[in-house]
């Protein structure tokens, strides 16, 4: 018994545990996005015409390309736990840059995304959106507030994976103690789900 | 006074019934348990008992004491729904009366623009309330009518009533409203149906003069939380004979008098920290440059005007 | 609790495999937008991107090599604010 | 309590001292110490405020504050209590200092987050606070911010919003810290029906925290958005929908409730086997009862909205599940009575907590069955009823369980022994004056007496007075407890390790517990609370 003991106050969390917790946060994720959810339908309820003309503003290609710009990342990053498994740092440091890279290809996106938004003056609190029908404007408000909210968390996301990467340089992840990689894939690999409901939901509304 | 089995409507006894059995039960329950209380507190005290049972459940006793409870209960709810149900049902010949809530005054509107302070109903008639909001939420609370709705903008929820007795009776607001929210109250007035009729054809027709687009805005940016427009100085200083007045503005270079004119009003709508009016605290007022479109401040200033400025 | 448990590695095979099928299903659903199927379009689109949700949870997120806890736990909370919608569209659908 | 007596062995109070080691401790027993004073301040705090409100409503008219102080008073009060005070509450305190001991761990799964979510939830009371302060006045939309007045007013309530955010986030953490804790660090031998009934009720909770908070956090969010940048999701005027407002708010905030009062009912749970020297009668049904009071709290929201224009089938609906989240609670009411009769029942200040705690807590859910009814909640909704109905379940229920908690653990927290005779007394106070306070409230609610009103009409005089008189005697009742207590940290008696013959975990290790709680981590070979040999002197 003593030696599992030892090992709750070692350095390194029982990889159970941390994982463990790592769900139950993405969880409370989960319900975070789900309020904007809830707000969503009841919004979309009520104003199906005005979220379709919305929609139609929306860069439908820039938003299929960050979809498969994510999934592709959630492919690395989950690989990358594959290579620290098999203890392949090299191929995991690979991997996770990788992750990274998509992850500034997604941001580049939305930089133009939202860039083109603000040429049209089209931004939370500017007079043209004040001006546009109340649906558009709802539609506009949930569209900032989730894609802003979501790139928060692809931006957190990133920086827990450069941590993660430097670490697995350092060698303080490696196929005993990979704790962290996986957390931070798991935490990845949430914020991809998310994207795969928003991005039919806000950019593909028929 | 309205006490609890006094209601003056005819929806009074549904829900009284409601409370009647609820709260039956509940005093045969509590009575119960503290006697059980007091019973075990004197017999099986520590003095008087020194071998505790061993016990520790009892199924039946479980099943028991889940399925009566949950009998009662669902009673309950029958005698909530069924006491509730016909305050949705208003019948087709109800009288229609437009009730508004606004910061913090009720009126009530007879069609034809004639409106009243009071709401006047007569007896043993249907009656109609079209709840509507000028500004945030308000509750219309008649609690001799046991009748209670939210006022909600945007929302257009009603209720209904049948007065059955006489007589003079509170409306309060129930939701919070800011700053006079319990000063928001008004009386139902009962009268019978001849008396409603004589009080209705002398009640004076507002005209249906349409609102300035001005005082339009000022509602819909809810200036009149902190200025009023009856003279009371509320957080901001009224906006009653504002236009021409003169003022004791204090800036950062000291005090000085200005009067309050277009180029006046419009900065105080837009920077209103630039000179503040004396007596009052600087920074309670955001500054609306943002929030207000030019022309909008235009039109507010132009009701200032036309509403009658300083004599 | 033993703390080396022996953690299921997934290959990059399987990996990738999963990738293109996710990839695949994100096409489906731009062409089910494209045909206009009306009211079922949302549904398609919602289905579609629930069996996205549940590859990326069963293999991305190795839930199907976790203790099964863990999985009563995601299908929970899933289940859990699938109630909650439901419960608020009582109130709206039938306004 | 850095000044143990010379002689004391060490203790996780003494082993280090020092500002220092009490800011940076990571020990889960000192974290709850911190929250212990933390929330006890900002109680006092608010209680005064409560104070403060009944008098100036001792007689109609303004007495001796202005409507708007009335109205961020009463807002500061709730958002104090209910934020910062009830909803960390037990949990932080008593389920951080005795959960890992009564499951037999050396400390949470996650120490240096458990520290984390304490400065948390500092930065969001002091975030509360300084919005009071801060320019510009203080917020005043009650603690439950409906739009549009929470989105028009021109108050700090962007403050507040932050504030209750941040304290949620505190919230969050915690209750993820404690489930990993529940799931992963019991010790050997102690299977999930061996686990004590507090921690079963801290588990519960953990759930409504980790899964009910991120909606109202998001909710808020929304809110200060709505304010700084005009995208209106609940206001009108931008096109949104208010009454969405309440259904997201309440989402969170009805599940709320049961995180303030499940941890309570799990501390009289403890209480009543060991001041009965008996095993708690019903060990399964109280566990299924905790977790279906969690399940169905969920789905009973709407019964905050009634009037509030919902469609008339969400109000049955409504009204009929909140009837059935009342049966477990009336299961637990059952097994505690059950589990003191036919015991050896000392009357000690912990068990005079637990008992009068049965009696709030039943008035104050009868007059829940009250408010959940459809019919009888459009009358009493939003009056002074609905207000003396919750100060009676969460002053009379969390606060009474949160004094009992006190009571009982006090010796095994200190090592000391506060004076039984005072805390009686003290006892007598609060409860006589809790019922004049509150009493009166549910008659004049019936009456019409609407709640949030500064001003009352004449007719309601008399029921005021008696209010307030019964909150001076309060006061009264509550000083005296208070000081009971503290002085007594350092000049009490030194109290045994386990002075009421408790027989879960924390009564067998000594008082104060060490650092690591155990030397040797215990193995569990049978159920909770088995009584060989009772102590009935
Ligand atoms: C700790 C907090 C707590 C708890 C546990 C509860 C418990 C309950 N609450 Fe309460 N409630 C609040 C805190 C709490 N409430 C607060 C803060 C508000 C106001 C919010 C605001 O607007 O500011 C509120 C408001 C509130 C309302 C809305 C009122 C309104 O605004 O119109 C309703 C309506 O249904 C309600 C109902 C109930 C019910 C049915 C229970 C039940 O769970 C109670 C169950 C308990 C019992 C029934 C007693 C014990 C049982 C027995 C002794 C056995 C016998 C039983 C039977 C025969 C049934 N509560
Ligand atoms: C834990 C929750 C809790 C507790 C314990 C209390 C305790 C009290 N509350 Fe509170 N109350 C709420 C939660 C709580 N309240 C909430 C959530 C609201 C709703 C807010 C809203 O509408 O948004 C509310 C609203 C509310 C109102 C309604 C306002 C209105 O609608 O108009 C009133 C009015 O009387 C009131 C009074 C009191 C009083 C007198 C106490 C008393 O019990 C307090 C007893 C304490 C004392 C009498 C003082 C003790 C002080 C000391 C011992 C320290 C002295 C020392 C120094 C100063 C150094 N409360
Ligand atoms: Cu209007 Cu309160
Ligand atoms: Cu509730």
């Known amino acids: 018994m003593s030696t599992t003991e030892h090992s709750e106050h070692s350095e390194y969390i029982d990889s159970e545990t941390g994982k463990m917790g790592m769900w139950l946060f993405l969880f409370t994720e989960i319900f975070l996005f789900g309020g904007l959810f809830i707000v969503y339908s009841v919004m979309r309820a009520k104003y199906g015409e005005d979220f379709h003309h919305g929609a139609l503003e929306l860069n439908a290609f820039i938003g299929a390309t960050n979809t498969v710009v994510l999934l592709v990342s959630s492919m690395t990053a989950a690989m990358s736990l594959t290579a620290i498994q098999k203890n392949q740092p090299k191929v995991a440091i690979a991997l996770i840059f990788s992750t990274l890279l998509l992850a500034g290809v997604f941001m580049i996106n939305k930089y133009f995304e939202y860039g083109h938004k603000f040429d049209l003056h089209l931004y939370p609190g500017s007079e043209v959106m004040r001006n546009l029908p109340k649906g558009e404007i709802m539609f506009f408000g949930l569209y900032f507030l989730m894609t802003g909210l979501h790139l928060f968390h692809v931006v957190v996301g990133g920086v827990l994976l450069t941590i993660v990467m430097l670490r697995v340089k350092s060698g303080k992840i490696n196929s005993e103690h990979f704790l962290l990689l996986e957390n931070g894939a798991l935490y990845w690999h949430l914020v991809d789900l998310i994207w795969i409901f928003l991005f039919p939901l806000l950019y593909l509304i028929t | 006074m309205t006490t609890l089995f006094s209601g003056a409507s005819n929806l009074a006894e549904g829900v009284d019934r409601a409370f009647m059995f609820i709260i039956i039960i509940s005093f045969i329950f509590t009575i119960a348990i503290v006697g059980l209380i007091i019973y075990i507190l004197v017999h099986f005290s520590r003095k008087k008992n020194k071998n505790p049972q061993q016990f520790s459940g009892n199924v039946p006793l479980e099943v028991v004491w889940t399925v009566i409870p949950l009998i009662l209960v669902i009673i309950m709810f029958y005698y909530g729904w069924v006491g509730f149900a016909p305050m949705r049902k208003v019948p087709d010949n109800a009288m229609q009366v437009k009730a508004i809530g606004r910061m913090w005054s009720w009126s009530f509107d007879y069609g034809n623009g004639k409106i009243s302070k009071d709401l006047v109903v007569p007896l043993e008639r249907n009656v109609k309330l079209n709840l509507f909001s000028e500004d945030v939420n308000h509750g219309l609370f008649i609690p001799a009518f046991r009748v209670k709705e939210d006022v909600i903008p945007s929302y257009n929820n009603y209720l209904w009533f049948r007065a059955i007795t006489k007589g003079k009776f509170d409306i309060f607001c129930t939701e919070y409203c800011g700053l006079a929210h319990s000063g928001m109250t008004a009386k139902v007035i009962v009268v019978d149906s001849l008396e409603f009729d004589k009080w209705l054809s002398e009640l004076k027709s507002t005209g249906d003069t349409p609102e300035h687009p001005g005082m339009a805005i000022i509602k819909a940016n809810a200036c009149i939380t902190c200025h009023s427009l009856d003279g009371t100085k509320v957080i901001g200083p009224s906006f009653k004979d504002l236009y021409g007045a003169k003022r004791m503005v204090v800036t950062a270079q000291g005090e000085k008098e200005v009067e309050a004119n277009d180029d006046y009003l419009r900065r105080s709508i837009t920077d209103p920290n630039f000179e503040v009016v004396k007596g009052f605290n600087k920074g309670l007022m955001q500054s609306y440059k943002d929030v207000l479109k030019a022309e909008d401040i235009d039109k507010i200033v132009d009701y200032f005007k036309t509403a009658g400025g300083h004599k | ?95 | 309590m850095n000044n143990p007596s010379p002689t004391a062995p060490l203790n996780y109070l003494n082993h280090k001292t020092g500002l220092w080691s009490w800011m940076t401790a990571t020990d889960h027993k000192r974290i709850g110490l911190l929250y212990l004073y933390s929330i006890t301040t900002f109680f006092l705090a608010a209680a005064v405020l409560g104070l403060l409100m009944k008098i100036e409503k001792v007689a109609p008219g303004e007495t001796i504050m202005t409507a708007q102080t009335y109205n961020a008073m009463f807002s500061l009060h709730g958002i104090i209590m209910i934020f910062i005070v009830v909803i960390p509450g037990l949990a932080a305190v008593f389920g951080n200092i005795c959960l890992p001991i009564m499951i037999g761990a050396k400390d949470v799964a996650f120490p240096k987050l458990n520290l984390f979510s304490y400065y948390v939830y500092i930065t969001g009371a002091i975030l509360g606070l300084y919005s009071q302060f801060a320019n510009g006045h203080s917020p005043d939309a009650g603690w439950t911010f409906y739009v549009p007045y929470s989105a028009e007013v021109n108050s700090n309530i962007i403050l507040a919003l932050m504030a209750a955010f941040t304290l949620g986030f505190a919230s969050i953490l915690t209750g993820l810290n404690f489930i990993v804790t529940i799931h992963r660090m019991r010790a050997p031998g102690m299977t999930w029906f061996r686990m004590p009934l507090f921690p079963w009720s801290l588990y519960a909770t953990a759930w409504i925290q980790l899964l009910a908070t991120p909606v109202v956090g998001i909710t808020l969010l929304m809110v200060v958005a709505e304010r700084t940048l005009h995208v209106g999701f609940f206001d009108p005027k931008l096109g949104g929908d208010p009454v969405l407002y309440q259904h997201l708010f309440w989402i969170y905030s009805h599940p709320a409730v049961y995180v303030m009062i499940l941890p309570a009912m799990g501390v009289v749970t403890e209480i009543f086997p060991t001041f009965s020297q008996k095993p708690v009668f019903g060990y399964l049904p109280i566990v299924f009862s905790s977790l279906a009071i969690a399940l169905v709290g969920y789905f009973v929201w709407g019964h905050h909205m009634y009037t509030s224009g919902m469609s008339i089938e969400s109000r049955w609906f409504f009204s009929f599940l909140t009837f059935i989240v009342a049966i477990p609670s009336a299961i637990k009411v059952f097994n505690w009575l059950s589990t003191m009769y036919g015991g050896s029942v000392d009357l000690k200040p912990p068990l005079l907590y637990a008992i009068s705690f049965i009696f709030l807590f039943t008035i104050g859910g009868f007059t829940g069955l009250i408010l959940g009814a459809v019919a009888t909640d459009v009358q009493v909704h939003n009056t002074d009823f609905v207000v003396a109905h919750f100060h009676y379940i969460i002053f009379g229920g969390m606060g009474f369980g949160f004094f009992a908690a006190m009571h009982y653990w006090y010796p095994k927290i200190y090592g000391r022994m506060y004076n039984i005779r005072w805390a009686n007394i003290a006892w007598g106070f609060l409860f006589t004056g809790f019922n004049f306070l509150y009493f009166p409230m549910f008659i004049m609610g019936i009456q019409g007496m609407p709640r949030r009103y500064y001003d009352y009409d004449p007719q309601f005089q008399m029921g005021q007075t008696i209010s307030t008189i019964g909150a001076v005697i309060l006061f009264i009742g509550l000083i005296g407890m208070i000081s009971n207590l503290v002085y007594h940290v350092r000049r009490g008696a030194i109290a045994p390790a386990n002075p009421w013959h408790g027989v879960t975990l924390e009564w067998q290790i000594p008082s104060p517990p060490p650092h690591e709680n155990f030397d040797d981590i215990p193995v569990i070979t049978r159920g909770p609370y088995v009584f060989d040999n009772p102590h009935t002197k």
Do not use: C, Q, W
């Open chain 3, 1 to 95: 609790m033993e703390n080396h448990e022996e953690s299921h590695v997934t290959s990059y095979a399987l990996n990738a495999k999963v990738l293109l099928v996710l990839l695949s299903l994100t096409v489906l659903t731009i062409l089910v937008i494209k045909l206009h199927l009306g009211a079922f379009t949302v549904a398609m689109a919602l289905f579609i991107a629930s069996i996205k949700t549940t590859i990326v949870l069963t293999y991305f997120m190795h839930l199907k090599f976790e203790k099964p806890i863990l999985r009563v736990m995601v299908g929970g909370i899933f289940a859990l604010f699938a109630i909650i919608i439901v419960i608020t569209f009582i109130d709206y659908y039938f306004r």
